[in-house]
C-alpha cells in the first residue's frame, strides 16, 4: 500500500514538474509570436515607398528590387517557416520533449534576431540612398555655383596668373564637363555613382581655389621679389669683391647661378599650376640666399675683429715675451739658492722654444692680413687659435710663478717643521728624566741616535746651496716616522716603569704569605734592573694575577690617571 502511496505521489510530482515545464515553453512560444507579428507589422513597405519617388532607374531601381525582394523572402518564406517551429516547439512540449523543444525556441529567436538586423540594414540603406539623393542635389548646386564664380575671377583677373591661367582654365573646364557627368548620373537614378563624382569634384574644387589665391602672389615672388633679392645679393656681392674681400672660397657666383637656374625651373610649374612645387622650391632659394648673406655678414665680422684683434694680440704676446725674460731672470735668481730638477729645466726649455714658435706664428698672420690674400673668416679661425695658445702659455707661465714662490715656502715650512721635530726629542728626553726611568733599553737608545742623526740630514740638506728641496723633504719625511715612532716607544717604556713599579709594591705586602710569589717578584726585579721592562712586566703581572685577579686591573687604571696628570 505505501509503495502505491510513493507511486502516486511520485506520478504527481512529474506531472507537476512537466506542467511547470511546458508553461514555460508555451510562454516563450507566446513571446517569439508575438515578436513574429510585430516584424510583419514593421512598415517596411512605406520606407520602400520613399525608393520610389526617386528616379526608378539605374542603381535605384536595382536596390528597390534588392530590398523588396528581401522583404518578400522575409513575408513569403522565413516568417512563414518561423510559424512552423513555434508550432514544433509546441507538439514537443506535449510529448515532453523539453530539450528537443528549447533547441528549437533558441533556433527561433536566432531566426528572428536576424531577420530584425537585416530589416534594420534595408531600412538604413533606404534612408542613405534618400539622403544621398537629396545631398547630392544640394551640393551639386553649391559647386557649380562656386564653379561659375570661380571662372568669373578668372576671366576678370587674367592678367594676375601670367602663363598659368591656361592651365587655371583647363582645370575648370575638366571639372565643369564633369559636373555634367554628375548631372547624368542623376537623372539616370546613379546617386551613389554620382556621390563619388561628385565628392572628387569638390576637393578638386578647393585645390583650384587655393591655386587662383596663391599663385598671383607667387608670380609675383617669381617675377619681382626673388629676382631683386637676387640682383640685391650680387651687387653685395660684387662691393665686398671692390672692397678687396677673398670670398672665392664661398663659391658664392656659383650658388647665384643655380638659384637662376631653380627660379627658371619653377617659373615653368608656376605656368603648370604646380603651386605646392613652386612654394618648396621659393623657400628653398630664400634660405639659400639667406645662408649666403650669412656667410657674407661673418667675413664683413671676421674682417673687423681680425682689424680690431690682430693689435690687441700683439700686446698680449710682447707682454708674454716680457714675462718670459722676468721669469729667466727670477730663475736665475732662485737657481743660486735652489737646485730645479732636470724636468724643470726641461720644462723651462720648452717654454722657451715655444715662445718662439708663437713669435714667428703672429709674423706669419700679419703677412697674411698685409698681403690680404686669405679670406677674413680664415684669419680669424687661426687669431683665436693664436690667442688660446697664447692664454695656455700664460698659465704655463703663472705654474712657474707659483712653483718659484712655492720654493721659499716648502724652505720655510721644512725649516719649522725641523724646529718642530726637534722640540719633540727635548720633550722625549724631559719625559725619561722626569719618570725617573733606571736606564734605556739598548734598541731604544739606537732609536735615539737613528733620530738625531735624522736631524742632521735634514739639517746639512737646508745648509746646501743650491738647495734641492727633494731631497730636503725626503729626509724631513724620514724624521717625522722616527720622531713619531720614538715618541710612541717612549710613551709605551714610561707606562711599563711606572706599572712594573706599582705591582711589586702591591705585592710586597704578600712576599711574607706566598714563597712562589716572592720568587716570581724577584725575578721581576732583575728584568727591571737589566732595562727589560715589557719581560718585567709580564712577569709581575703574572705573579699578582695568582694572587688577586682583579689588581691588575685597578693598578692598571690608577698608572694611566696619574701619567694623564703629568
Known amino acids: ?46 520606407e520602400l515607398s520613399k525608393v520610389k519617388e526617386l528616379i526608378m532607374s539605374g542603381e535605384t531601381e536595382e536596390l528597390f528590387e534588392r530590398w523588396r525582394k528581401e522583404w518578400d523572402d522575409i513575408v513569403t518564406s522565413r516568417l512563414p517557416k518561423v510559424e512552423e517551429l513555434l508550432f514544433e516547439a509546441e507538439e514537443y512540449a506535449e510529448k515532453y520533449r523539453f530539450k528537443k523543444s528549447k533547441e528549437v525556441l533558441l533556433h527561433i529567436e536566432s531566426v528572428l534576431k536576424e531577420i530584425e538586423e537585416q530589416i534594420a540594414g534595408i531600412v538604413q540603406h533606404i534612408n542613405d540612398l534618400v539622403a544621398t539623393e537629396s545631398n547630392n542635389k544640394t551640393e551639386g548646386e553649391a559647386v557649380k555655383q562656386q564653379l561659375k564664380e570661380l571662372k568669373k575671377t578668372l576671366l576678370s583677373h587674367r592678367h594676375t596668373f601670367g602663363t598659368a591661367y591656361e592651365r587655371l582654365e583647363k582645370e575648370l573646364y575638366e571639372m565643369l564637363h564633369t559636373m555634367e557627368k554628375f548631372d547624368e548620373e542623376m537623372n539616370s537614378g546613379n546617386y551613389v555613382t554620382a556621390k563619388e563624382i561628385l565628392d572628387e569634384q569638390k576637393q578638386k574644387l578647393e585645390a583650384l581655389q587655393l591655386k587662383v589665391e596663391e599663385i598671383p ?18 651687387e653685395g656681392y660684387k662691393k665686398l669683391l671692390e672692397d678687396g674681400y677673398k670670398l672665392e672660397h664661398l663659391e658664392v657666383e656659383k650658388e647665384i647661378s643655380h638659384i ?12 603648370e599650376a604646380e603651386t605646392e612645387d613652386v612654394k618648396m622650391g621659393l623657400d ?14 661673418k667675413e664683413v665680422y671676421a ?52 715662445m718662439n714658435q708663437l713669435k714667428n706664428h703672429y709674423k706669419h698672420i700679419l703677412a697674411s692680413i698685409e698681403n690680404s690674400n686669405i679670406a677674413y673668416s680664415v684669419l680669424q679661425e687661426e687669431l683665436e687659435s693664436f690667442n688660446k695658445q697664447i692664454d695656455q702659455a700664460k698659465e704655463k707661465y703663472n705654474e712657474w710663478h707659483s712653483m718659484l714662490q712655492a720654493l721659499r715656502k716648502d724652505e720655510l715650512n721644512a725649516r719649522d717643521k725641523l724646529a718642530e721635530l726637534k722640540r719633540m726629542m727635548a720633550e722625549i728626553k724631559r719625559a725619561i728624566r722626569k719618570n725617573n726611568i733606571p736606564g734605556l733599553p739598548e734598541s731604544f737608545v739606537e732609536q735615539l741616535q737613528t733620530a738625531q742623526q735624522s736631524f742632521e740630514k735634514v739639517s746639512n740638506a737646508l745648509e746646501e746651496i743650491p738647495l734641492d728641496m727633494d731631497r730636503v723633504q725626503t729626509y724631513l719625511n724620514d724624521a717625522v716616522s722616527i720622531i713619531e715612532q720614538l715618541k710612541e716607544n717612549t710613551d709605551e717604556i714610561i707606562a711599563q716603569v711606572c706599572l712594573v713599579e706599582r705591582l711589586i709594591q702591591y ?13 716570581k717578584l724577584k725575578e721581576a726585579e732583575q728584568l727591571f734592573r737589566n732595562y727589560e721592562y715589557s719581560k718585567s712586566l709580564e712577569q709581575a703581572a703574572a705573579a699578582i694575577e695568582e694572587i688577586d685577579s682583579e689588581a691588575m686591573e685597578r693598578i692598571q687604571k690608577l698608572v694611566e690617571n696619574e701619567l694623564k696628570d703629568l
Open 260 to 271: 637662376e637656374e631653380k627660379m627658371q625651373g619653377l617659373k615653368k610649374k608656376l605656368s
Open 1 to 46: 500500500m505505501e509503495v502505491v502511496i510513493v507511486l502516486i505521489l511520485l506520478i504527481f510530482l512529474l506531472f507537476g514538474i512537466g506542467y511547470g515545464f511546458r508553461k514555460n515553453i508555451y510562454k516563450e512560444v507566446d513571446r517569439l509570436e508575438a515578436w513574429k507579428i510585430d516584424i510583419m507589422n514593421q512598415s517596411i513597405t512605406d
Open 217 to 234: 602672389k607667387l608670380l609675383t615672388e617669381c617675377q619681382m621679389i626673388v629676382p631683386n633679392e637676387i640682383s640685391e645679393l650680387k
Open 303 to 354: 674682417s673687423q675683429y681680425v682689424r680690431q684683434e690682430a693689435e690687441k694680440t700683439g700686446e698680449k704676446l710682447q707682454s708674454l715675451l716680457e714675462e718670459k725674460n722676468d721669469l729667466k731672470e727670477q730663475v736665475s735668481l732662485v737657481q743660486q739658492s735652489y737646485q730645479l730638477s732636470n724636468d724643470d729645466v726641461d720644462k723651462l726649455k720648452e717654454l722657451d722654444k715655444l
Open 507 to 519: 705585592g710586597n705586602r704578600y712576599r711574607s704569605t706566598y714563597s712562589g710569589l716572592d720568587k
Open 284 to 297: 628653398s632659394i630664400k634660405e639659400t640666399i639667406d645662408n649666403i648673406y650669412e656667410m657674407l655678414e
